[in-house]
């Protein structure tokens, strides 16, 4: 068969940190959706130029990715209907991946905001000084202006003070009424988001075009250090399991159920929808506590590669802004070497330049349908089988072609990650109220 360097498929489902609540989710019905682009992506790079963007499908570009994740923190029924962003359902990735167009204050204003699955907090840009990116240069030498949300011009923000209930850092305010400060750190050595709280009105709207805006609690970021000083950052999205977790506030304000589903296809183009509970007849595993209520955590009881069943149990995060997946030892030994003694290919030699251990180089004779297939077993006997575990790229000079497991040894934190290259070409649910991870096959266009 034909080898394209489009193996790789990204389903965003989303995600940057972490949180948890409930709320009034019971009483609502309604749900919200729209797309969402791969920062790499061929349309990102129409819209925002490729100028410092590695080559979709090359090596650095699939480096650039691992090199993200390990700067990152982990800190339906089909009549149902879907709420999005009030620009619409397109989205784009500025800097961990993915991004969404989202509108917020009166008058409204946009920005570029990476979503995330593995942190709570939403924040923006705001009243930035140097530590600031402010622009991004395209392909032609244009640059394009990256806002910054100042609470000042819009009529419908607010303070925040540290009597608030979502104040986390109360015990360093001068008194009840001072603005109530905020400060979010990242693995990335120095990176992190410091500021203030504030409220205001993120604009959302149904399929329809019915509006349904809602007052949020966000950080109004004066400060981004680290990481935030090398990529163009306009915010950041938290879609885990807190109560300032934007999902949760959107139940507070009745504009969508406790639930939401992501979806990430071919070439990064995905959707996601708040209020999405899923369809009867997608599988379904219960969500657990073990590493952090905050995360999207499973119990994985076995995992099959090939005809080789691993008996086995652990737990793992779904992480939508980790771009591959992590595993601890023993389990990342056992996948990838059953993996490896299935596969025909010759493996290539280890490259330190190579962050993956486990790379084959393409002949004539290569067929990915004959390549051992990766399954896991969840608590409540679910399978959830990866459709592409594998990534294709060019040699550095051309001449040929290599594909690797997308699977890297974690050595970096305590726990296991599922990143979106195993998400790919499934509609992931994130049933908050019910505690449930669901998941279905889906092209993730609609």
């Given amino acids: ?48 130029g490729g100028h410092g963007l590695p080559e979709m499908g090359s090596l650095d570009y ?13 800190t339906s029924n089909n009549n149902q209907t879907t709420i999005s962003f009030a620009q619409g359902n397109s989205t784009e990735e500025i800097s961990f991946l993915h991004y969404a167009n989202v509108t917020i204050g009166t008058p409204a204003q946009w920005f570029l905001v990476a979503l995330d699955t593995g ?39 607010s303070k925040v003070t540290c009597n608030s209930t979502l104040c986390e850092l109360r015990n360093r305010c001068i008194s009840p009424l001072s603005d109530c400060p905020y400060r979010i750190r990242y693995l990335s050595p120095g990176s992190r988001s410091t500021g203030v ?17 809602a007052r949020i609690t966000f950080g109004c970021s004066e400060t981004q250090l680290g990481l935030f000083q090398e990529t163009a950052v306009n915010g950041i999205m938290g879609l885990a399991m807190a109560d300032i977790a934007v999902p949760n506030m959107l139940v507070k304000a009745g504009v969508a159920s406790d639930s939401f589903s992501m979806c990430f296809g071919p070439n990064g183009k995905g959707t996601i929808s708040f209020g999405d509970k899923g369809s009867s007849d997608q599988l379904e595993t219960p969500l657990g506590a073990t590493i952090s209520p905050l995360f999207y955590e499973v119990s994985i009881t076995k995992f099959k590669v090939g005809k080789v069943t691993v008996e086995t149990k652990f737990s793992a995060i779904f992480d939508s802004g980790t771009a591959v997946t992590w595993l601890l030892e023993p389990y990342y030994t056992a996948l990838t070497t059953n993996y490896h003694l299935s596969v025909p290919d010759r493996r290539l030699p280890a490259d330190v330049d190579n962050p993956f251990e486990f790379c084959y180089i393409i002949t ?20 959830y089988n990866v459709f592409s575990p594998i990534l294709v790229f060019d040699s550095s000079d051309g001449s040929f072609q290599v594909y690797c497991l997308a699977v890297l040894k974690q050595d970096k934190a305590d ?16 049933d908050r109220e019910k505690k449930i991870l669901g998941w279905k096959k889906s092209n993730c266009m609609s």
């Fill in 1 to 48: 068969m034909i080898w394209s360097n489009g193996n790789l498929r990204w389903m965003f489902q989303f995600g940057f940190l972490c949180f948890m609540s409930l709320g009034l989710a019971s009483s609502v019905s309604g749900s919200l959706s729209f797309e969402i682009h791969h920062r790499f992506s061929e349309q990102v790079k129409t819209v925002l």
């Fill in 62 to 74: 699939y480096k650039a990715l691992v090199h993200r994740d390990r700067g990152r923190r982990l």
């Fill in 119 to 157: 942190s709570d907090l939403f924040w923006l840009p705001c009243n930035c000084n140097s530590t600031c990116i402010r622009s991004m240069e395209t392909d032609q030498g244009e640059r394009i202006r990256l806002n910054s949300y100042n609470p000042s011009i819009s009529t419908s923000s």
């Fill in 197 to 213: 709280l504030v409220e205001d009105v993120i604009h959302m709207s149904t399929e329809e075009g019915e509006a349904r805006d």
């Fill in 364 to 383: 004539s004779t290569s067929d990915e349908e004959k390549l051992p297939s990766i399954s896991f077993e969840m608590k409540g006997g679910a399978v």
């Fill in 415 to 430: 726990f296991n990650i599922i990143g979106q290259n195993f998400m790919t070409n499934y509609r992931i649910v994130h």
